[in-house]
């Protein structure tokens, strides 16, 4: 009996609040079974099973074993950094398998459980799974669904699903990226000097179904911030209200294009770290406005191998299956900004892109201690040290 209350007042305190409180336990990506991703809708010209086939193929050759094993090790290094200072480790588990999904409406292949922020996120004591608007991530939900059925049932969280995604035509509409002004201009003029050889997306989703990416989320002092954007729809929001987590829920269009942990990461329960290129005083969301803001956009350059590689090889690979009227994410890369993509352990201590000099002497100037990690190919796999981690228990 002693011991059955033991295990219940532990459970009690499995949750998750905020991005900063002790990290217990996480969930830390893989590659083992990665595969990028392309996708078509069967109403879209040119997009049969013979493309769709052609464009798979394509995927399968666009990048390296090397890269792959070289984002393995940093992620093995990653691991034993974790467990050095106490949060226990899981990993996804394998799932070989061809990464296939096709419905009535559209054919998409690929598989990313490196990024396992995108699309599950702990609310409190909820493991919510979200409705992807990349039709290839819906398999990804429904791959890790039994994985995460057992975790939850492990540790006491509740498990809720979002309604699947049906995705009956493209979802991104109207770009708005003049809505914005001069911060779009000063985006887009200093991408550039960093490395960058791609464009963000400045579009909206439609409102026909709910849609939205965990990674929209950030949690801070019982409250959850949303990002509007080519990832979360106004529906998304209003359902993550009806399910009643224990946060209360603001939104923000502060940002143009899809995640928001690039350009609002909490610190601590009245520290933010805010990218500066993106927001300022001007545009802060309010919530945020009576905390300790720090502004920081001097990111480190891009690795002109990570650039080499994606216009050598990726950017090539992506424009053949474009012309066969799919999409793909190889055209895509992380934008500089990844650098601010930062994993905090405790209020004190914070993991950084070992790239990131400046961004370190920043945060050390302010008081944290600031552990590196090498992260090699940050920008090619579309995710830094944020992105590439679920974490279940912050106590």
């Not at 991703?37 to 052609?54: H, L, M, Q, T, Y």
């Not at 990804?140 to 979002?162: A, D, N, T, Y």
């Not at 997306?201 to 801070?220: G, M, P, Q, S």
Request: charged share 25%.
């Amino acid at each position: 009996m002693l011991r059955a209350l033991e295990i219940l007042l532990v459970r009690e305190k499995m949750s998750s609040f905020t991005e900063y409180a002790p990290l217990r336990r996480v969930i830390l990506g893989s590659v083992e079974d990665y595969k990028p991703a392309c996708w078509g809708w069967k109403s879209d010209p040119g997009v049969n099973i013979e493309s769709f086939a052609r464009a798979r193929d394509i995927c399968d050759s666009a990048v390296p074993n090397r890269i792959l094993e070289e984002v393995s090790e940093d992620l093995a290094e990653y691991q034993k950094t974790l467990e050095s200072v106490g949060v226990s480790v899981i990993r996804p588990p394998r799932m070989p398998q061809e990464p296939v999904f096709e419905t009535e409406h559209f054919y998409s292949y690929g598989r990313d459980v490196y990024n396992m922020r995108d699309l599950h996120i702990v609310l409190g004591k909820k493991l919510v799974s979200c409705a992807p608007s990349q039709p290839n991530r819906i398999l990804e939900i429904i791959e890790l669904r039994e994985f995460l059925r057992g975790v939850s049932k492990e540790l006491g969280l509740e498990l809720v699903s979002c309604p699947e995604s049906k995705l009956k035509k493209n979802p991104l509409y109207s770009n708005i990226r003049n809505s914005f002004g001069d911060l779009v201009s000063a985006e887009d003029s200093k991408a550039p000097t960093l490395g960058s050889v791609t464009q963000e997306i400045w579009h909206r989703l439609t409102e026909d179904e709910i849609l939205f990416d965990a990674a929209n989320i950030i949690r801070y002092g019982g409250n959850a911030l949303f990002l509007v954007s080519s990832t979360g729809n106004l529906k998304a929001f209003d359902w993550l209200n009806s399910i009643d987590v224990e946060f209360e829920l603001h939104k923000t269009d502060v940002y143009r294009s899809s995640h928001i942990d690039s350009t609002i990461l909490p610190l601590g329960r009245d520290t933010f770290l805010v990218n500066s290129i993106r927001v300022n005083p001007m545009n802060l969301p309010d919530s945020l406005k009576n905390s300790r803001v720090l502004y920081f956009d001097d990111v480190a350059r891009i690795p002109e191998s990570e650039t080499k590689f994606h216009v050598e090889h990726r950017a090539v690979a992506g424009s053949k299956i474009e012309m066969l009227g799919l999409h793909t994410n190889l055209l895509d890369m992380s934008s500089p900004w990844a650098g601010l993509n930062v994993l905090s352990v405790n209020e004190e201590t914070v993991m950084v892109e070992s790239n990131q000099v400046a961004l370190i002497r920043f945060l050390e100037i302010n008081g944290f201690v600031v552990i590196p990690i090498r992260m090699r190919h940050t920008y090619t796999m579309l995710g830094g040290l944020h992105c590439t981690t679920l974490d279940l228990i912050r106590v």
